[in-house]
C-alpha cells in the first residue's frame, strides 16, 4: 500500500480499533469496580437483616418470660419488625437477580405472618395465658423467623452468584475487545508493510550478465600465506577452552513406602490431635520446610490457616488471612481448583499450593515451602497432590456460595 490516501485510512482505523478497546476495557473495569461494591453493600445489608430477624426472635420469646415486663417487649418487636421491612425493601431495591428477589418476597411474607401472629401472642400475655402465649412463641415464631432467616440467605446466595456471572461475562467482553483491536492492528500493520516487486530485465541484460559470469577473471588475486607459527610453543597451541556446564541437579526420589503409610493413617485418623504429626510426616516427605493447611470460611470469600508446620508460634499467629481474589499461588490453587507452584531464586525457597478438592468443590489449599528446587520436581508435584487429596476428606463440604460458583 503505497497511496497516502490508503495510509491515511489504515491509519485512522487502528487508531478507531485501539481507541475502542481502551474504551470498552475502562467501561468493563468501572463496571466490575461498582458490581463488586455493590455485592459488597448487599451482603451488608443481608447479614443486618439476618441479625436482627434474630433480635426478633429473642424479643418475641421475652413475652413468656418471668419478671419480664411485656409493654416494653411489645414495642421492641414492633420497632424491630419496622426496621426490618424497611432493610428487606432497601435489599429488593438493590438486588438484580430474578432468584434474589423471590427469596426477599418469601422473607417479606414470612414476616406479615409473624407479625399476624404476634397479635395473637400479645393478646394471650396480656390476659396471664402463658401457655397458649408460649405455644405461639415457641413453634410458631420460631418457625417463621427462620423462615425469613432462610428467604435471606437465599437471597444473598442467588445474588452474589448473579453478580459472579455478570463479572465473568464483563471480563470476557474485555478480552473480545482486546482481541479484535489486535487483529485490527497487525491486519493493518501487514497492509502497510511495501511490496517490493521483481526487477524485470531485457534480453540484452541477461545475455551480458550470462558473459559476465562465465568470461575468465582479468585478476588473479595473490595466495594468501600461512601465518608463521610462534616461537614459543605453549603459545602456538593456545585455544580457548570451553567451560564445562554444570551437572543438572538429580531429580528426588519420593519415599513410596512413606507415602502409602501416611495416607493410610490419614484415612483412619479420628482424634484431630494426631494431625500435627502426620503433617510433620507430610513435610519429611515432601523435602518442606514449612507447611500451612488453609480452609475456606463459610461463605468462601477467604482462608484461615487451621495447621501450621514448621514455623514458630508467633510467626504462626501473625499469618491472618487470605481473600479469594488475593494475587498469590494459594489463592489462586483455591480459586482454579489446580496445584500451582512459585519458583524458588538464590535467597528463597519455591513453593506449592495444592487445593483440596471435594466432590462438591475446593475447600482449602495445602501450601508448602520446598526447598532444594523440589517445586519444579515432577515426582514431588504428584506427591503433594495425593496429600491434598487425602486431606481433602478429613474437611467437611464447601460452603453454599462455593456450591454456587461450581454449578455456574
Known sequence: MTRMSVRLMLLVVCIGAIGYAAYQTWSSERESRLNESSSHRFDAAARATTVGVAELRAA?????????????????????????HDKLASLKAIATAPDATVALDDAVGALQDFEQMDKRARDYARGHEMTRASDLVFTDGFDLTRK????????????????????????????????????????????????VRPREYKKDDVIAGL????????????????????????????????????????????????????????????????????????????????????????????????????????LATRLGTIQRDAENVTASAYRTGLLQTMKGDMVSSGAVAAPLVTAGGCVGVMAAEIKNGGEQQDSLLAAATIISSQLATLVGPPSARAKAEAAG
Open 211 to 314: 558473459a559476465a559470469l562465465t568470461a575468465k577473471p582479468a585478476i588473479t588475486l595473490p595466495r594468501v600465506k600461512e601465518p608463521p607459527k610462534l616461537a614459543d610453543p605453549e603459545l602456538d597451541d593456545f585455544r580457548v577452552i570451553p567451560v564445562p556446564k554444570p551437572a543438572p541437579t538429580p531429580e528426588r526420589r519420593v519415599d513410596l513406602g512413606g507415602m502409602a503409610s501416611l495416607c493410610v493413617d490419614l484415612a483412619r485418623i479420628t482424634d484431630t490431635r494426631a494431625l500435627p504429626a502426620l503433617l510433620e510426616r507430610a513435610a519429611a516427605i515432601l523435602d518442606a520446610s514449612g507447611v500451612v493447611v488453609w480452609i475456606a470460611d463459610p461463605d468462601g470469600r477467604e482462608l484461615s490457616p487451621i495447621l501450621v508446620h514448621g514455623y514458630s508460634p508467633q
Open 60 to 84: 418475641q420469646q421475652a413475652y413468656v418470660a418471668a419478671g419480664q415486663g411485656v409493654d416494653f417487649w411489645f414495642a421492641r418487636v414492633s420497632a424491630i419488625v419496622k426496621d426490618l
Open 148 to 195: 425469613a432467616g432462610d428467604a435471606v440467605e437465599r437471597a444473598v446466595t442467588a445474588e452474589l452468584a448473579a453478580r459472579d456471572v455478570a463479572t465473568a461475562g464483563l471480563g470476557r467482553r474485555e478480552a473480545i475487545a482486546l482481541t479484535s483491536a489486535a487483529i485490527i492492528v497487525v491486519v493493518a500493520l501487514a497492509l502497510l508493510v511495501p511490496i
